[in-house]
């Protein structure tokens, strides 16, 4: 099969679903399949293994980025001769398209809070255009199937743009299991000694490049109230670490925090914590959580976020209602922080029991079933 795949950037240096296209071509290759990935940058390790074509974008502003992004990648598929277009993102010109980032319309309601603000932001470019390019890919008669990563934004594919049921599949991220397993905890009294953490103390790990969209500085606020004053927090990942270390001083914990930045081998962090925490307000699936998961350590997150379809609390981590919820948070830290050390092994091999289930492999197989189910409407019509 000639594959398509449209990705504004294709790497492994970067988020989840960047590394997502790179996992899904090389193991679609490793099938036998032809597969081109279209779009704005690839990693120059990867064009020797992966052919690539690349757009212009108008980069004048944030919306001619996007909606020219969406415009030429459209052109670059037409009368290429491709079995099948797959987006993992906003594009035009498609077979299928995984929602990858946040659906703009839920967004807004979830980031802007005041109706009023709420109704003048969408008068904002950025914000217009996106909403129009997701109702016009989404609502495209081309468009065969909507992939969503959880059932929120199945729900909201179908509340916010009308999408009908039948034409959305909900296919879970997989984790690559040979990078991502309980063997990395073997190595955290090592870790920890890099960190400067004692053995004993307990660790919190957060992960993300937006610290405050990702709850960080609720994360903060639960540290400052949680009854354990030893527990330490390890923050991964670039963002605003002023801003955030002087929030942490105000907080009287600036001691206890460590910004270590964005590391290319974060599962042996996971493996040296205690309980990871993403409190995000929204997002389709994070793929920090599924990795945590394979690494045996517990997942905090919210209820507003896809990666809840995972979490079924205090089995294999724990829910709090939303980005605010300091002492929900701190609840949760204090609960599992108290628990016996027998109990917490007994959390943490069912970290790994549900992550296994839900590999690389398996999201592949059933993206495969979903393009067979494409390919036979197409024929027919």
């Known amino acids: ?13 970067v988020g989840g679903s960047e590394r997502y296209c790179v996992n ?32 212009r974008v108008n980069r004048l502003t944030s919306w001619t980025r996007n909606r020219s992004f969406a415009e030429n990648c459209g052109r ?27 659906l703009q319309s839920h967004w807004l309601n979830v980031r802007y809070r005041n109706p009023m603000r709420r109704l003048l932001e969408r008068f904002n470019p950025r914000h217009r255009t996106l909403i129009g390019l997701e109702r ?27 999408v009908p049921e039948d034409k959305v599949r909900t296919i879970y991220n997989g ?3 040979a990078v991502f397993h309980p063997g990395m905890r073997n190595d955290a009294a090592d870790v920890r000694e890099e960190l400067g953490f004692g053995p004993d103390e307990p660790l919190l790990v957060f992960a993300s490049m937006d610290f405050e969209g990702k709850g960080l500085r609720s994360i903060l606020a639960a540290v400052a109230r949680t009854r354990h004053r030893a527990a330490r927090l390890l923050v991964l990942g670039r963002g605003p670490v002023r801003r955030f270390a002087r929030i942490a001083d105000d907080l009287g914990i600036g001691r206890r925090v ?11 962090f996971y493996g040296a914590g205690d309980l990871f925490l993403l409190p995000t307000a929204y997002e389709p699936f994070p793929n920090v959580n599924l990795e945590a998961l394979a690494c045996g350590l517990p997942v905090l997150t919210t209820t ?44 943490s091999d069912r970290c790994w029991a549900t992550a296994r289930q839900w590999t690389i492999e398996r999201n592949v197989e ?8 494409v390919l036979r409407e197409k024929s027919r019509s």
């Open 76 to 102: 670059a598929v037409r009368g290429a001769g491709f079995d099948l277009v797959y987006g993992l993102g906003r594009s035009f010109g498609l077979d299928a398209v995984r929602v990858t980032e946040r």
């Open 24 to 55: 899904l071509a090389r193991r679609l290759q490793a099938r036998g399949h032809d597969v081109t990935v279209i779009g704005e940058q690839i990693d120059d390790e990867l064009r020797s293994e992966l052919a690539f074509i690349p757009v």
């Open 175 to 177: 984790v690559d299991t």
């Open 258 to 268: 460590i910004f270590a930045g964005r590391r290319g081998d974060i599962q042996r």
């Open 304 to 347: 507003t976020a896809g990666g809840a379809d995972l979490i079924v609390p205090g089995e294999n981590g724990y829910l709090v209602s939303g980005l605010d919820a300091a002492d929900e948070i701190a609840a949760c830290v204090d609960e599992h922080l108290s628990l016996p050390a027998a109990a917490r092994q007994a959390l």
């Open 366 to 373: 059933e993206t495969l079933d979903m393009f067979q189910e």
């Open 136 to 162: 016009q890919i989404y609502r495209s008669g081309n468009v065969r199937r909507v992939v969503t990563q959880s059932r929120l934004d199945r729900r909201l594919v179908v509340e916010c743009y009308g």
């Open 1 to 13: 099969m000639r594959i398509a795949l449209v990705k504004r950037r294709c790497s492994l240096r």
